[in-house]
Structure formats: C-alpha cells, structure tokens
C-alpha cells in the first residue's frame, strides 16, 4: 500500500500519527524519513496518543540516548538516529531486539539503518510543500486503509 497525505497544520499531522496508532499491531515497526524539524516527532506523538496509557506531552526526541521507552497500553519504543553512525553501531547496542518485544516501535532518521530496516516496515517519507507537509505512508507487508 501506499497513500499520500497533505497536512496542513502540526495538529493534522498528530491527528494522521493517531489514524496510524489504531491501525497498528504487536512488533508493528514505523520507519520515518525526513529532514529537521518536517514533522517526525509530532506524527510519533499521535501515534503515542492512539496506543493509549500515554501523554503524547511527554514524548520527546532521544537525540542523544537513541532510545525512549514508554509503558502504555502496548510498550513504545521511540528511537532517534539522527547521530547513529549506521546499522553497525546499532546492531551492536542490541537495539534491534526491540523490534520483536511485542511493542510498536517509532524510528526518526530510519536511513541510518537502512540496510536492516526489516521488510515488514511501514515506511514514512515527509517532505515540507509550502507551509504545509506531503506525508507518504507506504509499506509493502501491511495494508493499511485510513
Ligand atoms: N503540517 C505540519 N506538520 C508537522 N509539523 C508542523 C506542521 N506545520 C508546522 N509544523 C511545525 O514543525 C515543527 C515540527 O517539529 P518536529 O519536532 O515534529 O520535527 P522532527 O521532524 O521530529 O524534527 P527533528 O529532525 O529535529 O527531530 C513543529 O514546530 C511544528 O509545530
Ligand atoms: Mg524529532
């Protein structure tokens, strides 16, 4: 599948985090793609939001630990790998065992593991358009209709 968004607002882009959170499952991996400050943070929000049990206020990027976890309704692991070097260094801090704990997993700067990315992903490529954001949801495992 693949489905292509406009958002005009950064709370239409928490809102489209939160249509994405209902429809997600145990060991779901959301890979997101995009520059600084485009929206990858504020779409993990809502998609913290809809899991449940937890305040999306207290979600903020782990710049420098690579990794937040969140006990809500399903586990949430919020990974940021802006400053990863690549799939080395995260194979070998163990992170990948995150990925089949039976939680949702939320990755911003996910290129810098592509080549381990696993196939059953839903990638998310957002782009600024104006002041608006184009939001590409695409997997090649899930269907997912919104
Ligand atoms: N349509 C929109 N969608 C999302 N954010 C928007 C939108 N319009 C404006 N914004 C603003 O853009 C900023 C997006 O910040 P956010 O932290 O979500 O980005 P990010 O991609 O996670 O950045 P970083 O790479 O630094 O982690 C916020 O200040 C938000 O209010
Ligand atoms: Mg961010």
């Known amino acids: 599948m693949k489905i292509e968004f406009i958002t005009n607002s950064a709370q239409e882009t928490f809102d489209l985090g939160a249509s994405l959170g209902k429809r997600v ?82 990755l911003e700067w996910a290129e810098r593991i592509q080549a381990i990315l696993p196939q059953r992903r839903i990638d998310i490529f957002l782009e600024h358009h104006g002041q608006s954001r184009k939001i590409i949801i695409e997997s090649e495992h899930e269907e997912i209709s919104f």
């Open 25 to 106: 499952h145990s060991n779901s991996l959301i890979a997101l793609h995009g520059e600084l400050a485009v929206g990858k943070t504020t779409l993990i929000k809502g998609v913290a939001h809809a899991i449940g049990g937890i305040n999306p206020d207290e979600i903020n990027s782990p710049t420098f630990t690579f990794l937040n976890i969140y006990d809500g309704l399903k586990s949430f692991y919020h990974f940021d790998l802006y400053r990863m070097k690549g799939a080395d260094q995260f194979l070998q801090m163990g992170f990948d065992e995150y990925f089949d704990a039976g939680g949702i997993s939320c």
